[in-house]
C-alpha cells in the first residue's frame, strides 16, 4: 500500500472512530446511563467490517485492511 494515498486512512479511521463512538456515549449515557456504549459502537463498527470482507461486498472492503488495525479503533473508545 503506498504510504501517499489519497484517503489517509491511518489518520482518519481513529479519528471518525473516536467522533462515532463519541456520539454513541453521549447519547446512551444521556438517555440510559450506560456507561459502554462507545465500546459497542466500536465492537458494532468492526463486526461489520469483517462481515463485509467475509461476503465480499464491495463498499467497505474496498480499502486496505492494512491499514486498519483493530487496535486504532478499539482504544479510544475505551478511553471514553
Known sequence: VDWKDRRMWPTSVPILGVTFAAAGQAFFWKKFKLPFAATFAVLGLLIGEWITRY?????????????????????????L
Open 55 to 79: 461476503c465480499n461486498f464491495w463498499s467497505w472492503s474496498y480499502f486496505p485492511i492494512s491499514l486498519l488495525f483493530p487496535s486504532a479503533l478499539v482504544v479510544p473508545p475505551l478511553w
